[in-house]
């Protein structure tokens, strides 16, 4: 009878097993499979765009440089006069862009030598493009045996060459994959209709992305480019299924694989209801629900943008503080370089991954493997802020585009307001079509009634235009009040007229005066285990003092990382915990820099 009921139990495991191999796939089963849980714990993540587009270098001061042919493409302002250093610019975009890898060498490239770096900087994860929206494939593609870096450009297989590179310091390796293209003859992404895609998916991207998978076994997958599709037209199901069964339970994607019903087209990233999610040049997000990551640049681009101020640049202090955060807040950061052509990271991007790598290393327990710190009743302890306020350059106009949200160096990247005053001269008797747009909010007032003017939401479908039609006299000051609220992902504002009867529509003028306003964080929490760790933005006295902290076991030890002496501490009833400080070694404390973590231990 046993030997019966064991052959039962294999046959029932075995039919299971079969079922399980023949299931066709679903969202639903998918998400059935569990997350793997290195990628929660790694926290920190290098992306690198690097390619053809590297060669130019060049966007506009807050664009994206990887984006290079797509402005070539649209006839984008300074595009063809930077090419005519390169390239025939009487030739079509795609030929023109093509001899860029006449000059893209990659004499300095050494993969150990990345590799070590990114280690170094305290990354667990590396994310490759092997292949951005140009099409052009950094490995030799059977799908693409003439436009890859095998045969033109460096003549390197940077996909294998860097895999191993990476695998070698113990990393875990990751691709970027491109899922339309802009120049494919099976379908012009952003020309042709999105809905005959079906061909270049079936005949070119299906077999191009299992043969890298198959050759490269990378353990995540980042895919793009996927807002004018369904997840339907990708066949991003089947795809995903088939990854996951062909790397094993170590495997992730992200959730950029086709809009979601309901979500906004046109938003990349609006993204499917599986894989782990990817903000973008944001302050996270709130869910945790699913493993995240924000991904960014350390400026406002990812590949290498020669026009970028320094000033878009993050410093040390910045960069440390805002991923601090982020894994305060349940999530990571896939922080981006954008190597120069000639193989080198810039120095400027080096340097921030250094520094940021010597923090981790005294502070890295209160970073790796860490969870949002939580009540016993499971509530989130948040990051603890303060107001502050600055004020705005002096500005004729209202019209910006904060590509990466970050009107200000000091303010975060979302979450502010800005408010302005100025008072309109008005050049002629007529009747004025006024209009204000943004993201998210924006509000008009006439300053000297304090009337509401205008009221725009951007996530309205109708949105009300109260006084859009006004008639002013020659000669009057017209002043005005305009109220902006930024919440998350893009950054928009404008206030324009029409004196045509909105024909055409400029800027309205003034001397705009602004004063910009949000919550600067300045203290937040992590867990693991039991530990508790308490992460300081501003360098602490000889007393620090935290209102509303859950009560600590009264034999809780507390220690500064970094620093030797035992702390000494007291705890209200209320929650107001008092940390005496001064027995904290000076040499030591001054050895650390851009924010400062103590542990508390039960």
């Known amino acids: 009878m046993k030997a019966k009921t064991i052959l039962a139990v294999l046959l029932l495991a075995a039919t299971t097993a079969l079922q399980a191999q023949t299931a066709k796939p679903s969202w639903e089963t998918l998400n059935q499979r569990p997350y793997p849980q290195w990628f929660s714990d790694a926290k920190l993540g290098i992306f690198i765009h690097w390619g053809l587009y590297s060669v130019p270098a060049y966007a506009g001061k807050e664009g994206y440089g990887e984006w290079f042919y797509r402005g070539l493409m649209t006839g984008v302002g300074g595009r063809k006069e930077i090419m005519s250093l390169y390239a025939d610019t009487t030739l079509a975009p795609r030929e023109m862009y093509a001899q860029l890898a006449d000059h893209w060498h990659a004499e300095l490239w050494k993969p150990d030598e990345w590799a070590r770096m990114f280690k170094d900087a305290g990354a667990r994860y590396v994310v490759l493009v092997t292949k951005h929206h140009d099409g052009y494939c950094l490995w030799d593609s059977p799908q693409q045996p003439e436009w890859n870096s095998t045969v033109s450009g460096p003549r390197r297989n940077i996909v294998a060459e860097l895999t191993d590179a990476v695998r070698r310091e113990g990393l875990t390796m990751g691709f970027y994959f491109s899922l339309p293209e802009w120049n494919n003859p099976l379908h012009v992404w952003t020309v042709d209709p999105n809905d005959s895609i079906g061909r270049y998916v079936d005949e070119y991207m299906v077999p191009q992305f299992k043969d890298l998978v198959s050759r490269y076994r990378p353990e995540l997958i980042f895919a793009d480019g996927d807002w004018d599709f369904t997840p339907e037209q990708l066949r991003s199901v089947e795809l995903i299924d088939w990854y996951y069964r062909t790397v094993g339970p170590q495997a992730i994607v992200n959730d950029r694989w086709g809009h979601s019903v309901g979500a906004a087209a046109g938003v990349p990233g609006s993204g499917t209801q599986h894989g782990f999610r990817t903000p973008e040049y944001s302050a996270g997000i709130a869910d945790n629900t699913r493993p995240w990551a924000e991904c960014r640049g350390i400026g406002r681009s990812f590949g290498l943008n020669r026009n970028e101020d320094l000033a878009n640049y993050l410093t040390d202090r910045e960069l440390i503080q805002h991923f601090c955060e982020l894994v305060a807040h349940g999530g990571g950061m896939t922080l981006n370089v954008g190597p120069a052509a000639d193989g080198h990271i810039p120095f400027i991007q080096q340097e921030r991954l250094s520094n940021l790598g010597k923090w981790l290393k005294v502070n890295g327990e209160a970073i790796y493997g860490t969870r949002p710190y939580t009540t016993p009743g499971g509530v989130m302890v948040p990051c603890q802020r303060t107001s502050t306020t600055a004020t705005m350059p002096a500005t004729n106009t209202i019209d910006y585009n904060w590509v990466r949200n970050a009107p200000l160096g000091d ?32 509000s008009v007032f006439t300053e000297d009634d304090g009337e509401l003017l205008l009221h725009y939401r951007h996530d309205w479908a109708e949105n009300p235009q109260r006084g859009g039609r006004v008639t002013l006299e020659r000669g009057s000051t017209w002043p005005l009040r305009v109220k902006y609220r930024e919440g998350d992902l893009e950054a928009t504002v404008s206030l324009t007229w029409s004196r045509d009867g909105g024909k055409t529509f400029e800027p309205v003028p003034a001397n705009w005066k602004g004063t910009a306003s ?54 209200k009833k209320d929650g107001r915990l008092t940390i005496d400080l001064s027995t904290v070694d000076t040499k030591e404390l001054n050895a650390l820099e851009h924010a400062w973590v103590i542990r508390v231990r039960p």
């Not at 975060?412 to 993201?439: H, K, L, M």
């Open 411 to 442: 303010m975060p990247v979302d979450n502010f307001t800005i408010e302005w005053t100025g008072e309109v001269q008005v050049p002629a008797t007529q009747e004025y079509i006024v209009r204000v747009s943004g993201d998210d909010e924006v």
């Open 518 to 571: 949000w919550q600067r964080t300045t203290r937040c929490f992590t867990q693991k285990g039991g530990d508790v760790y308490i992460i300081e933005f501003e360098r602490p006295g000889q007393q620090l003092v935290i209102d509303g902290m859950p009560l600590l076991p009264k034999k809780a030890t507390l220690q500064m990382l970094g620093t030797s002496a035992q702390l000494k501490w007291k705890q």
